[in-house]
C-alpha cells in the first residue's frame, strides 16, 4: 500500500459521493417528516434502510476513491456486484439459523412483494460492501499499522483445530432446544470465521491469520472497527425507521444501544471478520477456475 495515502491527496471527491451524502439527508428529512405526521414520509420511511444504505456505500466508495483513486463502485465495479450476490446469500444463512435461535424478528415490512424484496435485496446486499469497504477506508488511513503482536506460529494443528472447533461452533446450536440455543448465537457470530480463514490461509488467499503470523494487526483492528461503525448506523437507522427489526435475545435487553442489546452490539465487531473471511473463501473459486482456464 503506498505510505504517501490520504484524504488530502489530489484526487477529487465524486459526485457520486455527494449523491450518497444527499441519500441520507434525504431519508432523515423523511423521518423528521413522518414524525410530523407526514403520510408521503411514511412511505419512504418503509425504505429508510436500503435508502440509507445504499447513500452509505456511495458515501465511502467516494471517500476511498479519493484516497486511493481506486474504489469498487468506481472502477472495480464486477467486484462490487459479486460483494453483494454474496451478501445476499451469506446473510440468507443468518436467517435459517434465526428461525431456530430466534434473536430478532421484523416489524412493519411492506405486504406487497414488489416493495418487499428490492427493499431486501439492497438492505442484505449492503452488508459484506458496507463492512469490507469501511474496513478498507480504516485501513488506508493506516491507523493501527504501529500495532504489532508476537508473530503468530500457524501450524497445522492451528489450522485444523480451528476448522473444527468452528464446524462444532456453528453446527451445537442447531443440534439443541430452541430456549437453549437462543443464548448461542455468539458460537454462530465467530464460528465461520474459524472454519473460512484457516482454509483461506491453507489456500494462500488473503486471510487474517496471515496477518497473525507476520504480527501484523493493521487489517485485524480495522476490519474490527468497521463493523462497529457499521453496527452502529445499522441501528441509528433502524431505530427510527418504520419497517425494521428488533431484537428478542436474551442478553442485556436493559442495557441497548438503540434496538441492539449491548452483548450484541459488540458482535458486530467479528461479523466484519466473518464477512472478509467468507469474501476471501468465496475468491478461492474464482482463482481456481482461472488457473484451469
Known amino acids: 500500500m503506498n505510505e504517501n495515502v490520504s484524504l488530502k491527496n489530489g484526487n477529487k471527491f465524486r459526485l457520486y459521493g455527494w449523491c450518497g451524502i444527499l441519500l441520507i439527508c434525504f431519508a432523515e428529512g423523511a423521518l423528521v417528516a413522518h414524525r410530523n405526521g407526514s403520510v408521503v414520509a411514511h412511505y419512504i420511511c418503509v425504505w429508510t434502510t436500503p435508502i440509507c444504505w445504499a447513500g452509505y456505500l456511495l458515501f465511502i466508495d467516494g471517500l476511498i476513491n479519493k484516497m486511493k483513486g481506486s474504489s469498487l463502485i468506481y472502477n472495480r465495479r464486477k467486484e462490487f456486484f ?3 450476490v454474496l451478501s445476499i446469500l451469506f446473510w440468507a444463512m443468518f436467517e435459517v439459523y434465526n428461525f431456530h435461535l430466534k ?21 442484505f446486499g449492503a452488508i459484506m460492501p458496507g463492512l469490507l469497504m469501511t ?26 483445530g480451528g476448522i473444527v472447533l468452528g464446524f462444532l461452533f456453528v453446527m451445537f446450536p442447531l443440534l439443541i432446544r430452541d430456549d437453549i440455543a437462543k443464548y448461542l448465537f455468539g458460537l454462530v457470530w465467530v464460528g465461520f470465521v474459524m472454519i473460512f480463514d484457516p482454509i483461506v490461509y491453507a489456500s494462500k488467499g488473503e486471510s487474517l491469520l496471515k496477518q497473525l503470523e507476520e504480527g501484523r494487526l493493521g ?3 480495522s476490519l474490527f472497527t468497521a463493523g462497529l461503525i457499521c453496527g452502529f448506523l445499522w441501528e441509528f437507522w433502524n431505530y427510527w425507521a418504520t419497517s425494521k427489526w428488533v431484537y428478542k435475545a ?3 435487553q436493559e442495557i441497548k444501544i438503540f434496538e441492539m442489546p449491548l452483548i450484541g452490539f459488540l458482535g458486530f465487531a467479528p461479523f466484519a471478520w466473518e464477512y472478509f473471511s467468507f469474501y476471501n473463501f468465496c475468491k478461492l473459486f474464482a482463482r481456481k477456475k482461472g488457473e484451469k482456464a
Open 219 to 221: 487489517r485485524i483492528l
Open 82 to 84: 459479486i460483494q453483494v
Open 135 to 160: 474496513g478498507e477506508l480504516i485501513e488506508g488511513l493506516r491507523l493501527f499499522d504501529r500495532f504489532r503482536i508476537t508473530k503468530l506460529n500457524v501450524s497445522n494443528r492451528v489450522v485444523y
Open 250 to 252: 436474551p442478553f442485556t
Open 103 to 123: 434473536n430478532w424478528e421484523y416489524m412493519g415490512l411492506p405486504e406487497n412483494g414488489f416493495e418487499l424484496y428490492p427493499g431486501l435485496a439492497v438492505s
